[in-house]
Protein backbone atom coordinates (compact mmCIF):
# COMPACT_ATOMS: atom_id res chain seq x y z
CA UNK A 1 0.00 0.00 0.00
CA UNK A 2 1.57 3.72 -1.05
CA UNK A 3 1.16 6.23 1.82
CA UNK A 4 0.32 9.49 1.05
CA UNK A 5 3.08 12.11 0.61
CA UNK A 6 2.43 15.48 0.46
CA UNK A 7 4.03 18.42 -2.34
CA UNK A 8 3.88 22.02 -1.93
CA UNK A 9 1.55 23.82 0.12
CA UNK A 10 -0.75 26.38 -1.34
CA UNK A 11 1.69 29.17 -0.05
CA UNK A 12 4.78 27.47 -1.55
CA UNK A 13 3.44 27.80 -4.61
CA UNK A 14 2.13 30.70 -4.54
CA UNK A 15 5.52 31.61 -3.89
CA UNK A 16 6.96 29.41 -6.66
CA UNK A 17 4.44 30.92 -9.23
CA UNK A 18 5.58 34.57 -8.46
CA UNK A 19 9.21 34.31 -7.65
CA UNK A 20 10.62 31.69 -9.95
CA UNK A 21 12.20 29.97 -7.25
CA UNK A 22 11.37 28.72 -3.90
CA UNK A 23 14.00 27.63 -0.86
CA UNK A 24 12.46 24.72 0.74
CA UNK A 25 15.09 24.22 3.89
CA UNK A 26 15.48 20.73 5.50
CA UNK A 27 14.77 18.97 2.78
CA UNK A 28 16.98 16.49 3.43
CA UNK A 29 18.19 14.85 6.53
CA UNK A 30 21.83 15.50 8.01
CA UNK A 31 21.97 11.26 7.13
CA UNK A 32 21.10 11.77 3.75
CA UNK A 33 23.34 14.68 3.00
CA UNK A 34 26.32 12.70 4.91
CA UNK A 35 25.66 9.54 2.15
CA UNK A 36 25.22 11.83 -0.39
CA UNK A 37 28.69 13.78 -0.02
CA UNK A 38 30.70 9.98 1.18
CA UNK A 39 29.38 8.60 -2.36
CA UNK A 40 30.52 12.02 -4.02
CA UNK A 41 34.47 11.80 -2.21
CA UNK A 42 34.49 8.09 -3.13
CA UNK A 43 33.88 8.93 -6.49
CA UNK A 44 36.33 12.36 -6.99
CA UNK A 45 39.33 9.89 -4.83
CA UNK A 46 38.46 6.70 -7.31
CA UNK A 47 38.25 7.87 -10.81
CA UNK A 48 41.32 7.62 -13.03
CA UNK A 49 43.26 10.42 -14.67
CA UNK A 50 44.69 7.35 -17.17
CA UNK A 51 42.03 7.60 -19.37
CA UNK A 52 40.53 11.03 -18.70
CA UNK A 53 40.55 13.42 -21.70
CA UNK A 54 41.01 16.36 -19.11
CA UNK A 55 37.42 18.12 -20.40
CA UNK A 56 36.94 21.16 -18.34
CA UNK A 57 33.45 22.38 -17.38
CA UNK A 58 33.49 25.44 -19.39
CA UNK A 59 29.87 27.64 -19.45
CA UNK A 60 31.99 29.53 -22.44
CA UNK A 61 31.24 32.85 -20.28
CA UNK A 62 28.48 35.39 -21.05
CA UNK A 63 28.28 34.51 -24.79
CA UNK A 64 28.71 30.68 -24.17
CA UNK A 65 30.85 30.87 -27.40
CA UNK A 66 33.31 28.28 -25.90
CA UNK A 67 31.15 25.86 -23.90
CA UNK A 68 32.00 22.53 -23.33
CA UNK A 69 31.43 20.25 -25.97
CA UNK A 70 33.73 16.96 -26.84
CA UNK A 71 32.47 13.62 -26.94
CA UNK A 72 33.55 13.19 -23.63
CA UNK A 73 30.53 15.56 -22.72
CA UNK A 74 28.38 14.52 -25.28
CA UNK A 75 27.97 10.98 -24.44
CA UNK A 76 27.65 11.22 -20.69
CA UNK A 77 24.25 11.05 -20.25
CA UNK A 78 24.08 7.97 -19.22
CA UNK A 79 27.16 7.68 -16.95
CA UNK A 80 28.98 9.07 -14.25
CA UNK A 81 31.80 11.64 -15.74
CA UNK A 82 34.38 13.93 -14.10
CA UNK A 83 34.56 17.58 -15.41
CA UNK A 84 37.46 19.91 -14.21
CA UNK A 85 37.48 23.33 -13.16
CA UNK A 86 38.93 25.71 -15.98
CA UNK A 87 41.30 27.30 -13.18
CA UNK A 88 42.54 23.88 -12.27
CA UNK A 89 45.06 23.96 -14.34
CA UNK A 90 48.51 26.12 -14.76
CA UNK A 91 49.85 27.75 -17.32
CA UNK A 92 51.86 24.43 -18.83
CA UNK A 93 48.78 22.98 -19.05
CA UNK A 94 49.43 20.32 -15.49
CA UNK A 95 47.04 20.03 -12.73
CA UNK A 96 47.44 22.39 -9.96
CA UNK A 97 45.52 20.63 -7.11
CA UNK A 98 44.91 17.06 -6.56
CA UNK A 99 42.20 15.93 -8.67
CA UNK A 100 39.64 15.75 -6.02
CA UNK A 101 40.11 19.23 -5.24
CA UNK A 102 40.28 19.86 -9.28
CA UNK A 103 36.82 18.92 -10.29
CA UNK A 104 33.64 21.32 -11.25
CA UNK A 105 31.26 18.51 -11.88
CA UNK A 106 30.09 15.35 -12.01
CA UNK A 107 27.52 13.98 -14.06
CA UNK A 108 25.06 13.48 -15.55
CA UNK A 109 23.42 9.68 -14.58
CA UNK A 110 23.84 9.99 -11.06
CA UNK A 111 20.03 9.81 -10.62
CA UNK A 112 20.13 6.28 -12.03
CA UNK A 113 23.92 4.97 -11.58
CA UNK A 114 24.46 6.25 -7.96
CA UNK A 115 22.04 3.84 -5.13
CA UNK A 116 22.35 6.63 -2.47
CA UNK A 117 21.35 10.06 -5.20
CA UNK A 118 18.77 7.63 -7.15
CA UNK A 119 16.55 7.10 -4.08
CA UNK A 120 16.79 10.60 -3.09
CA UNK A 121 16.03 12.20 -6.71
CA UNK A 122 13.38 9.83 -7.82
CA UNK A 123 11.89 9.76 -4.57
CA UNK A 124 7.84 10.04 -3.50
CA UNK A 125 8.20 13.21 -2.25
CA UNK A 126 9.56 14.91 -5.30
CA UNK A 127 6.76 12.87 -7.17
CA UNK A 128 4.51 14.73 -4.76
CA UNK A 129 6.35 18.25 -5.55
CA UNK A 130 6.17 17.46 -9.23
CA UNK A 131 2.28 16.62 -9.28
CA UNK A 132 1.65 19.84 -6.89
CA UNK A 133 3.75 21.71 -9.44
CA UNK A 134 1.33 20.55 -12.59
CA UNK A 135 3.73 17.88 -14.11
CA UNK A 136 1.58 14.92 -16.26
CA UNK A 137 4.35 12.76 -16.66
CA UNK A 138 7.65 14.60 -15.17
CA UNK A 139 11.14 12.75 -16.39
CA UNK A 140 14.42 13.09 -14.96
CA UNK A 141 16.88 14.09 -17.68
CA UNK A 142 20.04 14.78 -16.26
CA UNK A 143 21.67 15.11 -12.44
CA UNK A 144 24.64 16.29 -11.87
CA UNK A 145 26.90 17.46 -8.40
CA UNK A 146 28.73 20.70 -8.56
CA UNK A 147 31.37 20.99 -6.19
CA UNK A 148 32.61 24.80 -7.10
CA UNK A 149 35.56 23.89 -5.24
CA UNK A 150 37.61 26.29 -2.70
CA UNK A 151 39.05 29.27 -4.45
CA UNK A 152 39.10 27.93 -8.21
CA UNK A 153 35.19 27.11 -8.09
CA UNK A 154 33.98 28.41 -11.71
CA UNK A 155 31.08 31.17 -11.72
CA UNK A 156 28.30 30.15 -13.54
CA UNK A 157 26.36 33.01 -15.63
CA UNK A 158 23.06 34.36 -15.64
CA UNK A 159 21.20 31.98 -18.13
CA UNK A 160 17.91 29.60 -18.31
CA UNK A 161 17.98 26.17 -17.77
CA UNK A 162 15.29 25.80 -20.41
CA UNK A 163 17.80 27.24 -22.99
CA UNK A 164 19.94 23.86 -22.47
CA UNK A 165 16.62 21.35 -21.52
CA UNK A 166 14.50 22.58 -24.31
CA UNK A 167 10.89 20.94 -24.60
CA UNK A 168 8.12 22.86 -26.82
CA UNK A 169 7.01 24.37 -25.11
CA UNK A 170 10.05 24.27 -22.32
CA UNK A 171 8.58 22.49 -19.28
CA UNK A 172 12.61 22.24 -17.23
CA UNK A 173 11.96 22.38 -13.77
CA UNK A 174 15.39 21.79 -11.70
CA UNK A 175 15.98 20.25 -7.86
CA UNK A 176 18.59 21.97 -6.97
CA UNK A 177 20.35 20.38 -2.93
CA UNK A 178 22.99 22.39 -1.02
CA UNK A 179 24.80 19.34 0.32
CA UNK A 180 26.64 21.78 2.05
CA UNK A 181 26.62 25.43 3.08
CA UNK A 182 26.32 27.54 -0.02
CA UNK A 183 27.29 31.56 1.13
CA UNK A 184 28.00 34.58 -0.98
CA UNK A 185 31.77 33.50 -0.48
CA UNK A 186 31.52 30.13 -2.00
CA UNK A 187 29.53 31.27 -4.90
CA UNK A 188 25.49 30.49 -3.92
CA UNK A 189 22.68 31.13 -6.99
CA UNK A 190 21.17 34.14 -6.94
CA UNK A 191 17.70 34.63 -8.97
CA UNK A 192 16.19 37.36 -10.66
CA UNK A 193 13.40 37.09 -8.94
CA UNK A 194 9.89 36.92 -11.32
CA UNK A 195 12.32 36.56 -14.65
CA UNK A 196 10.47 33.58 -15.77
CA UNK A 197 7.37 35.64 -16.24
CA UNK A 198 9.52 38.28 -18.11
CA UNK A 199 12.29 36.31 -19.77
CA UNK A 200 11.42 33.94 -23.19
CA UNK A 201 13.94 31.50 -24.50
CA UNK A 202 15.05 32.67 -27.23
CA UNK A 203 18.18 29.99 -27.57
CA UNK A 204 18.93 26.71 -28.04
CA UNK A 205 21.96 25.05 -26.83
CA UNK A 206 22.28 21.86 -29.17
CA UNK A 207 24.15 19.54 -31.10
CA UNK A 208 25.83 20.52 -33.61
CA UNK A 209 28.07 18.98 -36.44
CA UNK A 210 31.22 19.18 -34.45
CA UNK A 211 30.08 19.58 -30.96
CA UNK A 212 27.76 22.39 -29.82
CA UNK A 213 26.25 25.66 -29.76
CA UNK A 214 23.42 28.03 -30.00
CA UNK A 215 20.91 28.70 -32.29
CA UNK A 216 17.68 30.68 -32.55
CA UNK A 217 14.90 28.58 -30.74
CA UNK A 218 11.82 28.47 -33.34
CA UNK A 219 9.64 27.07 -31.02
CA UNK A 220 7.36 28.13 -28.40
CA UNK A 221 9.30 30.20 -25.47
CA UNK A 222 7.06 30.32 -22.21
CA UNK A 223 6.02 27.28 -20.64
CA UNK A 224 2.28 26.17 -21.46
CA UNK A 225 0.42 27.97 -18.26
CA UNK A 226 2.87 31.23 -19.01
CA UNK A 227 2.25 31.17 -23.32
CA UNK A 228 0.70 34.84 -23.13
CA UNK A 229 3.86 35.86 -21.36
CA UNK A 230 5.42 39.42 -22.56
CA UNK A 231 7.56 39.56 -26.34
CA UNK A 232 10.67 38.70 -26.43
CA UNK A 233 13.67 41.32 -25.30
CA UNK A 234 11.52 43.14 -23.13
CA UNK A 235 14.36 45.16 -21.69
CA UNK A 236 14.82 45.51 -17.76
CA UNK A 237 17.76 45.37 -15.78
CA UNK A 238 17.36 42.24 -13.83
CA UNK A 239 18.02 42.67 -10.17
CA UNK A 240 19.12 39.88 -8.89
CA UNK A 241 18.74 38.04 -4.79
CA UNK A 242 21.23 35.75 -3.05
CA UNK A 243 19.89 32.40 -2.52
CA UNK A 244 22.36 31.52 0.81
CA UNK A 245 21.16 28.26 2.25
CA UNK A 246 22.13 25.29 4.29
CA UNK A 247 22.68 22.29 3.72
CA UNK A 248 19.76 19.89 3.06
CA UNK A 249 17.98 22.83 1.64
CA UNK A 250 16.33 22.10 -1.46
CA UNK A 251 15.74 25.11 -4.04
CA UNK A 252 13.23 24.45 -7.05
CA UNK A 253 13.83 26.82 -10.24
CA UNK A 254 11.87 27.11 -13.11
CA UNK A 255 13.40 26.69 -16.65
CA UNK A 256 12.59 29.77 -17.59
CA UNK A 257 14.17 32.33 -14.38
CA UNK A 258 17.45 33.73 -15.19
CA UNK A 259 19.93 32.76 -12.14
CA UNK A 260 23.70 32.17 -11.73
CA UNK A 261 26.21 31.74 -9.14
CA UNK A 262 29.58 33.48 -8.27
CA UNK A 263 32.99 32.41 -8.03
CA UNK A 264 34.18 30.60 -5.10
CA UNK A 265 36.36 32.96 -3.24
CA UNK A 266 36.41 31.15 0.00
CA UNK A 267 38.25 28.53 1.53
CA UNK A 268 34.98 25.99 1.58
CA UNK A 269 34.11 24.17 -0.93
CA UNK A 270 30.02 24.31 -2.29
CA UNK A 271 29.04 21.13 -2.67
CA UNK A 272 25.43 20.67 -4.32
CA UNK A 273 23.29 17.78 -6.24
CA UNK A 274 21.07 19.48 -8.77
CA UNK A 275 18.86 17.30 -11.19
CA UNK A 276 16.38 18.49 -13.93
CA UNK A 277 12.80 17.64 -15.02
CA UNK A 278 11.25 17.82 -18.15
CA UNK A 279 7.40 16.96 -19.30
CA UNK A 280 7.61 13.97 -20.89
CA UNK A 281 4.72 14.15 -23.18
CA UNK A 282 6.23 17.56 -24.99
CA UNK A 283 8.95 17.75 -27.91
CA UNK A 284 12.18 16.59 -27.18
CA UNK A 285 13.82 16.81 -30.41
CA UNK A 286 17.69 15.54 -31.56
CA UNK A 287 18.82 18.62 -32.19
CA UNK A 288 19.28 19.27 -27.78
CA UNK A 289 22.84 18.50 -26.48
CA UNK A 290 21.60 15.73 -24.24
CA UNK A 291 20.09 12.69 -25.97
CA UNK A 292 17.76 9.98 -23.95
CA UNK A 293 19.06 7.28 -23.21
CA UNK A 294 17.36 3.90 -25.41
CA UNK A 295 14.81 3.40 -22.17
CA UNK A 296 14.12 7.17 -22.62
CA UNK A 297 14.73 9.83 -19.60
CA UNK A 298 14.06 8.32 -16.21
CA UNK A 299 9.89 8.58 -14.66
CA UNK A 300 9.51 10.24 -11.74
CA UNK A 301 5.64 9.03 -11.25
CA UNK A 302 5.53 5.15 -10.54
CA UNK A 303 3.86 3.43 -13.36
O1 LIG B 1 25.05 25.49 -8.74
C1 LIG B 1 25.44 26.35 -9.52
O2 LIG B 1 26.40 27.06 -9.27
C2 LIG B 1 24.73 26.57 -10.82
C3 LIG B 1 23.62 25.62 -11.03
C4 LIG B 1 22.67 26.07 -12.06
O3 LIG B 1 22.64 27.19 -12.47
C5 LIG B 1 21.71 25.13 -12.59
O4 LIG B 1 21.71 23.96 -12.19
O5 LIG B 1 20.92 25.55 -13.44
Given at each position: ???????????????????G?????????P???R???????????????????MTK?S?G??D????????YF?E????????????????????A??K?????K????L?????????????????????????R???????M???????????V????????????????????????????E???????S????????????????????????????F???????P???????E????????????????????H?????????S?????????????????????????????????S
Open positions: MSSHVDGLTPEQLTSFGESYLLIPDALSETVELLADTHQRLEDFSLDDHPFTGEGADHVGDALSGDKVRFFFEEDAFDKSGGLKPERAINIGHCHELSPPFRNTSLSQRNAAIARSIGFDPRVLQSVICKQPEIGGAPPHQDSTFLYTDPPSAVGWWYALEDATKNGCLSFAGSHKRSSIDKRFVRTGGGTGFIDNEGARPEKLQNGASGVARKIYEMGEVKAGTLVLIHGNILKSGKNVSGKRFIYTFHVIEGDQEYDERNWLQPPEKGFSKLYA
